[in-house]
């Protein structure tokens, strides 16, 4: 992956995570998995199994997405600090 496609990746993870929708829908999802996950006789342990593997998913794809974002946030940084050698006056001086 390029530079620039981690860069709109991070960007596109950011705007995700940080969208009032995005928040609703996952808390939304999260509340629903667990009341299910509450209300599961204590006989059916594949059904909770099942749920608690949703939770994990769902907590997964959020962990993914942050990733994405943190991975863009050293991309930044590191074109930044190639910028800034690139603009040094003193480059090449010392060689």
């Known amino acids: 992956m390029t530079d620039a496609e981690a860069l709109d990746q991070a960007l596109k993870a950011k705007a995700i995570l940080e969208s009032p929708v ?35 998913l769902l907590r997964d794809v959020r962990s993914n997405m942050e990733a994405m974002m943190k991975s863009g946030v050293i991309v930044e940084f590191k074109l930044a600090e190639e910028k800034r050698r690139k603009d040094n006056p003193l480059r090449g001086f010392f060689r």
């Open 22 to 56: 995005y928040q609703k829908a996952y808390e939304n999802c999260r509340a629903a998995i667990i009341t299910l996950m509450e209300k599961a006789p204590l006989s059916d342990t594949q059904g909770a199994e099942d749920l608690r593997r949703c939770l994990k």
